[in-house]
């Protein structure tokens, strides 16, 4: 079992000059220096999280939040939206194969 001081790039009793983020995928990120730490921190979380948001888990992510906060109104017309498109998909699938 491993714990937090195995997983650290450095021994939790040195001294550290820089400063290290563990990112999800398990890989080390040198920051730099301690001073500016936050700062860049925050750059990577945002970097990160648009990189995220551009593939498609990251879209369903976005819409299912987008639908969690609707109406019954909005639902209502989400699954009208559904119906007219499913709709149409179907009278030109008939097309094509008559």
């Not at 937090?4 to 001294?15: D, G």
């Not at 609707?70 to 639902?75: C, E, N, T, V």
Request: glycine share 6%.
């Amino acid at each position: 079992m491993r714990t937090e001081a195995n997983q650290l790039p450095f021994s939790p009793r040195s001294v550290c000059q820089g400063a290290y983020a563990e990112t999800s995928t398990a890989a080390d990120i040198y920051l730099g220096g301690v001073v500016h730490r936050k700062k860049k921190l925050e750059e990577l979380d945002s970097d990160i999280q648009s990189q995220f948001d551009a593939t498609s888990w990251g879209k369903k992510l976005t819409q299912k939040k987008l639908r969690a906060g609707l109406s019954d109104f909005g639902r209502f017309k989400v699954a009208i939206a559904k119906q007219k498109r499913n709709k149409t998909i179907a009278e030109k699938l008939a097309a094509k194969v008559a």
